[in-house]
């Protein structure tokens, strides 16, 4: 379990294919390694990876083709910065929300515009993600926890102040950059519960008081869109 704080940026030491995967080592720039072990998870750009090797300036870890497949890890070029960050103890301050690591698809960046001391950012996800996407909720941006200020039909819009820029990869972001993006869980399960999975009855599923115009009256639904 993450946060989406991200904790240091790093950038990639090595890429070596085995066997149709590949292993990547991180070079991790002031991430503080003392307290992990063989096992441990870390987030790449928002990717959940397990730590198979490690010193104390570098891991490495195995990415699988479903990640492969899913994330821009592969697209990776030795020197990429990427963002950092080690899964949260039971004790860490909760300063974003609930991330899993498990990256759902990917959005492009599609522009990017000065607002006062802040960027202005339009990412048009992939087209199956925008409806878990809602006005003034989280969103994981290359593992970085952001707040959907607007959205401008399926493209949604985010205000990343300085701080966060030059603690992220965010400031090195450009029109076309492909970004990971994991949606918030919450919608998840909200779209798995309309759906009736699980009830065995078409009573069942017609009996529970939760409809989408439910959710769109009480704040929790960005769009009417199934």
């Known amino acids: 379990m993450f946060t989406g704080i991200i904790e240091a940026v790093g950038k990639i030491a090595s890429k070596v294919i085995k066997g149709g ?10 991430l503080d390694m003392s307290d992990v072990k063989l096992g441990d998870s870390i987030a790449v750009n928002g990717v959940c990876l397990t730590v198979v090797d490690f010193t104390k300036t570098k891991f490495t870890a195995d990415v699988s083709l479903e990640s492969l497949s899913l994330t821009g890890l592969d697209d990776l070029k030795i020197g990429t910065p990427v963002n950092l960050e080690k899964a949260m103890l039971p004790t860490s301050r909760f300063g974003g929300h609930i991330v899993s690591g498990h990256v759902d698809g990917q959005g492009t960046i599609v522009s990017l515009e000065s607002s006062a001391r802040s960027v202005r950012i339009v990412v048009r996800p992939d ?28 493209d949604f819009v985010l205000n990343v102040i300085p701080h966060t820029q030059q603690e992220t990869i965010i400031e090195r972001y450009r029109e ?35 409809s989408m115009s439910f959710l769109a009256e009480n704040g929790f639904m960005g769009r009417m869109k199934r």
């Open 127 to 154: 087209p199956e993600l925008a409806r878990y996407i809602a006005k003034k909720g989280s969103i994981t941006v290359d593992g970085c926890s952001l707040t959907v200020n607007d959205l401008v039909g399926d």
């Open 21 to 30: 995967d590949v292993a990547l080592t991180f070079a991790v720039n002031g």
């Open 176 to 210: 076309g950059n492909r970004v990971n993006l994991e949606v918030d869980v919450v919608a998840r399960y909200l779209e798995r519960l309309l759906s009736g999975a699980g009830k065995t009855t078409e009573n069942e599923i017609k009996e529970s008081a939760i």
